[in-house]
Structure formats: C-alpha cells, structure tokens
C-alpha cells in the first residue's frame, strides 16, 4: 500500500520536469492554479453543503429528536449525493408513510392528512429544489467561469512563464 501511494507521488512529482516544455510546461502550471482554485470553490461548496444539510435534515426529523451526533453523518452523506443527482425520494415520505411515487393516487398530495409535518415536508422538498438550483447550475458554473480564468492568465502569459520555469 505504501509503495502505490509513493509512486503516485513519484509520478506528480515527474511533471515538474515536463515544466521546461514550451507547450506542456504551461499545462502543468494551469493544473497546479486549477487545484487551487478548486480548493478555494470547495470551502464555498462545503457552507452550500453543511449549511442545506443541517436545514433539510431538521426539517425530515420529529421535532425535538435532532441531534447533530447523530444526524451528521446523514447530513454530508445525503446532501452529497443529492447535488450529484441522487435524490433519495424512496426516503423522503411524508406522513402517513406516503411515497413520492405511490402508483395509485399519483393525483393526490404527495403528503396525506392536515398534519403540520406534512408542511416540513412541503418546505423540505422545495429546499431540495433550491438546493440542486444553486449546487448544480450556480455553483457549476462558477467552478467552470473560475478554471476559466485562470487557463485564459496562464495561456496570455505563456512563453514568459516557460521562459522563468527553464
């Protein structure tokens, strides 16, 4: 095991050498930014993740039973997967254990009685529609608009940077 991750490092470590190449060596540089941007994207993300998580898991529990111990794991660990697509509806009942997709009363409300948890419901599924707005469009396309930046910095300025990298 030791030896795997020694020559991963090995081989991140021989693309320093490939920085004296007119055309790789600018390449390499722009993934070295890129990671860096990307760390800078991904403290943004984690508040987007922790702070939706920690409002939609308060909401999907009774009242009083919220324990941060307890539902942290189902906090980074659903709303992780629901910002790459899976949403975990077959979890997501309301009360009288009604499914989403229930085959024979598509046509009623998706929660049944005049509960007042079927309200949280109500607002726990329109977070999750905000959510996957703001996670997969907004922030998407910032990540993308910032590496975009920093090839087109990199790409202007690239035979000075060869010149100081030789």
Same mark, same amino acid.
């Given at each position: 095991?030791?030896?795997?991750?020694?020559?991963?490092?090995?081989?991140? @470590?021989?693309?320093?050498?490939?920085?004296? !190449?007119?055309? =790789?060596?600018?390449? &390499? #540089?722009?993934?070295?930014?890129?990671?860096?941007?990307?760390?800078?994207?991904?403290?943004?993300?984690?508040?987007?993740?922790?702070?939706?998580?920690?409002?939609?898991?308060?909401?999907? &529990?009774?009242?009083?039973?919220?324990? =941060?111990?307890? $539902?942290?794991?189902?906090?980074?660990?659903?709303?992780?997967?629901?910002?790459? %697509?899976? =949403?975990?509806?077959? !979890?997501?009942?309301?009360?009288?254990?009604?499914?989403?997709?229930?085959?024979?009363?598509?046509?009623?409300? /998706?929660? @049944? %009685?005049? !509960?007042? $948890?079927?309200?949280?419901?109500?607002?726990? #599924?329109?977070?999750?529609?905000?959510?996957?707005?703001?996670? $997969?469009?907004?922030? #998407?396309?910032?990540?993308?608009?910032?590496?975009?930046?920093?090839? !087109? @910095?990199?790409?202007?300025?690239?035979?000075?940077? /060869?010149?100081?990298? @030789?």
């Amino acid at each position: 095991m030791i030896m795997s991750v020694v020559t991963v490092f090995l081989f991140l @470590r021989l693309t320093m050498f490939i920085t004296s !190449d007119l055309t =790789l060596g600018p390449i &390499v #540089l722009m993934l070295i930014e890129m990671a860096s941007t990307f760390a800078n994207f991904f403290v943004i993300y984690l508040v987007v993740l922790v702070g939706f998580g920690t409002a939609y898991s308060g909401l999907l &529990v009774e009242v009083g039973t919220f324990s =941060l111990k307890r $539902n942290l794991p189902g906090i980074f660990y659903y709303t992780y997967f629901q910002s790459l %697509g899976e =949403l975990f509806l077959e !979890d997501f009942q309301g009360p009288g254990s009604y499914y989403l997709n229930d085959k024979d009363s598509i046509e009623d409300d /998706w929660y @049944r %009685g005049s !509960d007042i $948890n079927g309200f949280y419901y109500g607002v726990a #599924l329109t977070l999750l529609i905000i959510f996957m707005i703001v996670s $997969n469009l907004m922030l #998407l396309n910032i990540l993308i608009a910032m590496f975009t930046e920093s090839y !087109d @910095r990199i790409s202007s300025e690239q035979k000075i940077i /060869w010149k100081f990298q @030789r």
